[in-house]
């Protein structure tokens, strides 16, 4: 792998005004393959900002997976920073954003992402009632009193892992 390099560039630090430095490295990951990453730091005050770009392509994909257990809840899922998650039943959705980070994580881990952004939501009184209940659904998987439902996961990246038999891969083209 390439080594680390570090130059010092005309961009002023957004804390102290001081240059910034940039160090650069390339690097094979598992799930993402080739990437660039990018760290701009000023040595005066410390601030740092790191970006992390793929540079190999593939293909968008959909990943769907009927969850119909407890133990499917265990199912280890690689989110690429560019998957948008959706479960139909409850009309909820992880949106990509474009300073969103690939995750590892498991399905649990995504409904329990889902119920965090409710907490968020829940401040606006308009859908209140729609997102307590939804709030009590996810609660309740999350505490043992299980319903089934439908991940689906559609990747501009192509990179989203789902390690199950139970997952169905299909091209997005």
């Avoid at 410390?46 to 992390?52: D, I, L």
């Amino acid at each position: 792998m390439d080594v680390p390099r570090e130059i010092e560039t005309e961009m002023e630090c957004p804390v102290c005004g001081s240059n910034l430095y940039l160090i650069t490295y390339d690097t094979q990951i598992p799930y993402e393959g080739r990437i660039s990453i990018y760290t701009y730091f000023c040595k005066e005050c410390r601030y740092r900002k790191t970006e992390v770009y793929s540079d190999e392509k593939r293909d968008p994909k959909k990943i769907t997976v009927k969850v119909e257990s407890p133990d499917d809840l265990r199912i280890i899922v690689y989110r690429s920073r560019r998957a948008d998650v959706y479960i139909p039943e409850m009309e909820a959705s992880i949106d990509s954003a474009e300073y969103s980070n690939g995750e590892i994580t498991t399905i649990e881990g995504i409904i329990y992402r889902i119920g965090e952004k409710l907490d968020l939501l829940a401040v606006d009184d308009q859908n209140n009632e729609k997102i307590t209940a939804l709030r009590k659904r996810i609660d309740g998987i999350i505490n043992g009193k299980f319903e089934s439902f439908t991940l689906i996961i559609m990747d501009e990246s192509g990179k989203s892992v789902v390690h199950s038999d139970k997952a169905m891969v299909e091209s997005m083209d």
